[in-house]
């Protein structure tokens, strides 16, 4: 589902953010991407949600080569792919239901397809009695959760989530990650990346650890 | 759940791609009007300055349509006058008339005796007491002479009277071509002028909805962003953007539409006690429904493309977001 091939990135100013890194993740695997701050998780997840180009080698999302994507084809790319952040990155003048129904609104589905839709992955996320609210009036956790709804409601066959407990307590972490595992359980690839080492050690799923840009180990556990 | 996706996908695009494309027009321009009545003031004052950028151009066009049947008017009523030679008799003189009456230059030929001349000269007031002095009638044969509507071009005229000067009966002929290219030269002039007024002005309503739409795309960074991270296209961002630069272009055009409707029908009555004063049928031409046609699509298309190029240029400046 997504595999890199010799992928290297660097900035413009010298930095060699990643360095020759290979891995492939097959359609259905769960996985973290783990290692310290500033080893290149986030670049990678841009590189494959074609947010960041990278200097060197292949990157194939679902059939996509992302080497010379055009900018046509990215829009195409991203509606496959379900991207949460570390902030949920919400509009906040409009509501719950406003903002999760965004994806849809842009795939063109008609109103009463949006609303079905939409309904039911506010009730997966347990957000369904605040659909009128705005993203202010809600917590954090809250917050995040209806980022991660607007992220699946298109129903994407690949979900990236970049350190998406960071701003979260142990608790509320806990039952993000349960959600991503219900998606996963569903057929969606899933890549977190996240430096929170007592999280990733509560569940037992595939571990990339990049290290200075390079990929260290990849250990299938099951 | 990722098996069925791409069916779904396919069988949706056969079935309802044209209602889509219309639903998120519709989408669309509700947002954007949405976001414009948020801010009245802020509509209100851009519209108004498009309204009166674009309202001193059309003002200008109507005066000039208006001062060209005024001159119209006037050529319908110019006549050259020739005077025949002294030694010209009257047979001679019906004789050319006749002639000229069938010069496909002419429209009418009257033929005035020496006796008409005198009788019409002496209704004018101060002439008559000169006249009674005189012992016989010192006047010519003359012919006047209007020439067809088509002749009615300095030009067409011109040749017209160097014909008729070349004509061996001919003493003189009267008339003075120079007011009418004088007056056709200063039209050339004042449309030229207002093409290019038109043109500069035109140019200003497109900066300003050009800024006006830069600053919304600045204020919505933000979803502008977001909207590019769920896979929206150019083309979707673009969208309520245009039809907000649209919106202020019909609005102001509407704005000019109306001041210069106002300014005519405030003219109007003067301009109809001037003409009466100068026993003239002319009526004021105001606004008509193919001016504003034209002013409203050139105003809607001028925020149409100011706002065009306003996202065109965000959306590169942001590429990489």
Known sequence: ??????????????????????????????????????????TLLNLIAAIETFTQGQIIVGKQHLKNISPRQIPYLRRQIGIILQTPNLLRDRTVFDNVALPLVIAGYSYKEITSR?????????????????????????????????????????????????????????????????????GMTILIASHDLGLINSVKHRR??????????APVTA | MRQSQ??????RKRSGFLKNYFIRHIQAA????????????????????IGIALALPTALFILLKNV????????????????LKPDITENQARELSQALQKNPNIREVRLISPAEGLNELQQQAGVKNVLEDLQNNPLPWAITILPTSNNHAPEGLSQLQQELRDLPETDTVQFDTDWVQRLFALMTLAHRAIYALSLFLGLGVLLIVNNCIRAATEHNQNEINVIKLIGGTYAFIRRPFLYTGATYGLLGGILAWQLVDLLLLWIKNPTHHVATLYHSQFHLLGISFFDTFVLLISSIMLGLVGAWFAVGRHLRATKTA
């Open chain 1, 1 to 42: 589902m997504i595999e890199l091939q010799q992928v290297s990135k660097r900035y413009a100013n010298g930095f060699l953010a990643l360095d020759n890194v290979n891995f492939h993740l097959e359609a259905g695997e769960f996985a973290f991407l783990t290692g310290h701050s500033g080893a290149g998780k986030s």
């Open chain 1, 118 to 186: 939409v309904r039911a992955v506010l009730t997966k996320v347990s957000l369904i009695n605040k659909e009128n609210f705005f993203p202010l009036e809600l917590s954090g956790g809250e917050q995040q959760r209806v980022a991660i709804a607007r992220a699946v409601v298109n129903k994407p066959s690949i979900l990236l989530a970049d350190e998406p407990t960071g701003n979260l307590d142990p608790d509320l972490a806990g039952e993000i990650l349960c959600l991503f595992e219900q998606f996963n359980r569903l």
């Open chain 1, 208 to 217: 990339i650890t990049l290290a200075e840009g390079k990929l260290i180990d």
């Open chain 2, 6 to 11: 791409p069916k779904n996908l396919t069988k």
């Open chain 2, 30 to 49: 509700f947002n954007s009007i949405g976001q414009l009545s948020r801010t009245p003031i802020n509509t209100l004052l851009t519209s108004a300055i």
């Open chain 2, 68 to 83: 060209e049947v005024l001159s119209h008017n006037f050529q319908q009523t110019t006549q050259l006058t020739l005077y």
